[in-house]
């Protein structure tokens, strides 16, 4: 369902950066861009806000018997992620803390019925992080996304240095930020997730890196494609 920007005040969520011109999509519980423009292409490097998507922290020992029980592959180290059938991306970020990324197929609806059945204060060594408010989430693809970053991040995130089921836990920008791999075989893009309220200046920062390789913004319904 298409929205515009008079709809924000029925969402309890805060908005996505505002961008001019931009066709937006109504999740329910909040809105996303789902387009820039009427025609979007990906091509040599392209950036999307996903920071609306469902996203949540999970901490504990008994974290990875919790995700186990929602048929959810649990990588088999810290800083490695795995992708389930569905969709959903998990992250191991230490050996007892996961972070859960929406399915696009599903517009992050499971993560999101998740968060609201698990306990919230510790209850059998389990820790819910609400990662909700906490990080943004941007998502960087096309086959110059490891130029571009090389330009704001030290870590070396070429293809052949980095993997599609790889984290690092690093400086974008001069920001702390988890960069993932979108655990696909034939990896083509970045998570990006770091602290919100730095959303409008990374993603400054980032087109402006794009621009020599005539990258641009896309939305929701060009990255789901």
């Known amino acids: 369902m298409t929205a515009n920007l008079a709809n924000l005040a029925n969402h309890p969520e805060r908005a996505p950066l505002i961008h001019p011109h931009a066709a937006f999509l109504d ?45 959810l592959p649990i990588p088999d180290a810290p800083n490695r992620l795995a992708r389930a059938p569905s969709g959903e991306t998990l992250l191991r970020l230490s050996r007892t803390e996961y972070l859960l990324l929406g399915s696009f197929a599903d517009r992050g609806a499971r993560v999101r019925a998740l968060e609201s059945e ?5 209850e059998n060594g389990l820790y819910l992080l609400p990662r909700q408010d906490s990080h943004a989430w941007f998502w960087l693809g096309g086959p110059r996304r490891a130029d571009v970053m090389a330009k704001l991040c ?33 990896p083509d893009a970045f998570h ?24 641009g913004p896309v939305g929701f319904a060009t990255v789901n494609g």
């Open 118 to 122: 698990l306990p919230q204060a510790g």
């Open 154 to 186: 030290g870590v070396d995130l070429s293809p052949a240095a980095f993997a599609g089921d790889a984290i690092a836990q690093t400086s974008v920008a001069r920001l702390d930020a988890i960069v993932a791999g979108d655990g696909k075989p034939e």
């Open 27 to 71: 999740l329910g519980h909040a809105l996303i861009v789902d387009r820039h423009k009427e025609t979007e292409n990906l091509g040599e490097c392209a950036l999307a806000d996903l920071t609306n998507l469902p996203r949540l922290g999970l901490r504990g020992p008994t974290a990875a018997q919790r995700l186990l029980a929602e048929s």
């Open 192 to 215: 990006l997730l770091f602290d919100r309220p730095s959303a409008a200046y990374l993603w400054d920062a980032l087109l402006d890196a794009m621009r020599e390789f005539g990258g």
